[in-house]
């Protein structure tokens, strides 16, 4: 239904996806074909997935591993399916897959790093449960407020990608 480009996307739309499918290798996924029926959220969208995924402090294998515990904590296969190939492109293998899952991450994360994954996991389950003390743990470590942003806009970014996948059911293209 809404995964089909249609005839009528505005030229606005298509450059946009002319940009998504260039940073997915030739192909533009399900959820970004089902936001093109409505511009600005694609558009919104988009911009959000480039400046919080694709770039940033954190390493992008950090922010995968983010998605892929929040996806997988809110049962939305779509965005697990992704996550996990996009980890597996950066050579994690399916028990490294399964660890991160089970809140065991890989040897190369640093301290800071296996904090900040557990934490946004903490907050995507348990967001009632954090409180400053919480946030001085992270601190404590040596990590700074602009890398909890960013760890914390991943989650949100994909909380909200797994309530529109799976209300949409937006079918896997991974």
């Known amino acids: 239904m809404l995964q089909e480009l249609t005839k009528s996307t505005p030229d606005s ?15 533009v996924p399900n959820l970004f074909k089902a936001y093109a029926e409505h511009p600005p959220l694609l558009e919104a969208n988009w911009f ?3 400046s919080i995924l694709l770039n940033g402090q954190l390493r992008r294998k950090v922010k995968e591993a983010i998605a892929t515990v929040v996806s997988h904590d809110n049962d939305c296969k ?11 492109s950066m050579k994690v293998s399916e028990p490294q897959i399964n660890a991160i899952l ?9 301290e800071k790093e296996v904090a ?7 907050a995507n389950q348990h967001w009632h449960r954090i409180d400053n003390a919480s946030l001085r743990e992270l601190i404590d470590l040596g990590i700074e407020d602009s890398e909890i942003l960013e760890a914390f806009g991943t989650m ?11 209300v949409m059911g937006i079918e896997i293209d991974f």
Request: aromatic share 12%; net charge positive.
């Open 13 to 27: 739309t298509s450059a946009i996806l002319l940009e998504i499918e260039q940073a997915f290798g030739g192909r």
């Open 48 to 50: 959000k997935v480039k």
């Open 78 to 88: 779509y965005c697990v399916a992704a996550h996990t190939a996009a980890l597996r």
């Open 102 to 110: 089970q809140n065991i991450l890989p040897d190369d994360f640093t």
């Open 116 to 122: 900040l994954v557990k934490f946004a996991r903490k």
């Open 156 to 166: 949100e970014l994909f909380i909200a990608f797994n309530r529109f996948a799976d």
